[in-house]
């Protein structure tokens, strides 16, 4: 008798089950769901520019309209690298802090080393970097929850900024080229900042990242099924440090750009800034427990943000009820959050 043979079934590569963990996490229609998100987003923000156009005249004009994407250029990038993190299911509440932590190490690198203008910026955005892979390694290595690794780090970051700036501004006098970086109108007869031809292509750069490449797909795969993940062959670890590390990155971004607008490292600034970020992320359609999100839905977010706040100072709404109406938004995207994870 020949002996009987039994089937035996192929193993799933690591990429495969990956993948299959990416579409087992995601609800049904759950792409029509963010893309109505995005549509809600920017009808809103269309509202908002109607609203504000029909109250002031100063509004709808060619140089209020470049301060508000000038406005959003920081914000908007930091949201982008948080896009990342909260897709995977963390939080990064230090990005606020650590921003003018780079900024004020973009004033040692430039001013007090003497740098050149080329070697101190990459430095700075790399020194960014290192602070996403410390709060990377604290989350994934240590296990430390995200919420409280990341608010050690921002703690961390506001203690360090003013002691080594000595508790002072620092300027950027002796390198005004370093001042150009985000103010130096780069089309000739119209205020178009150099700052915002960045923030567009930092948009090109993190919409390619999130859908065309690796990083993204295990990004959603982490956020919408972390253990099918590890499962699958995936270390989970090493790309959440990764993660953390692209967030950083564009944190260093965000530090040279702002330093650079303000022709000054501020030391006591910063604060704050994390909520804005976050709250452009998840208006924009990410869901705060991870697994779902997109880059346009975090611009337009961004975008809203800094025309709210725009359009308010314009009316000559008081300060203390500009945070009110902030923090209102913050509160109504995350109601709307709760909905569409109720729905899932």
Known sequence: MSPTTTPTAEPQTPSTSAYAAIEAGKP????????????LAAASLIVIVIFFSVTSTH??????L?????????TGILALGTTF????????LSIGTAMV???VMAGV?????????????????????????????????????PFIATLGMMLIAAGLSLVISGTKPIYFND???FQQIMNLSIIPGVRFPLGVAIFIVMIVVAAILLSRTIIGRYTFSIGSNEAATALSGVNVRRWKIIVYTLAGLFVGIAGVLSASRLSSAQPTGGMGLELEAIAAVVIGGTSLQGGKGSIIGTVIGALIMAVLTNGLRIISVPQEWQSVAVGIVILVAVYLDMLRRRKD
């Open 28 to 39: 049904r229609l759950a792409w029509l769901r963010g893309s109505l998100q995005q549509l």
């Open 109 to 145: 690198f430039l001013t007090y080393w003497g740098w050149p203008l080329w070697a101190g910026v990459l430095a700075t955005i790399v020194f960014g970097g290192i602070i996403g892979l410390i709060n990377g390694v604290n989350v994934s290595i240590l296990g430390i929850p």
């Open 85 to 92: 993190v909260i897709i995977t299911g963390g939080i990064d």
């Open 175 to 177: 390198t005004p080229s």
């Open 66 to 74: 470049t301060s508000i994407l000038t406005a959003a250029t920081v």
């Open 101 to 103: 932590l780079c900024g």
């Open 59 to 64: 509004f709808f004009t060619a140089n209020n």
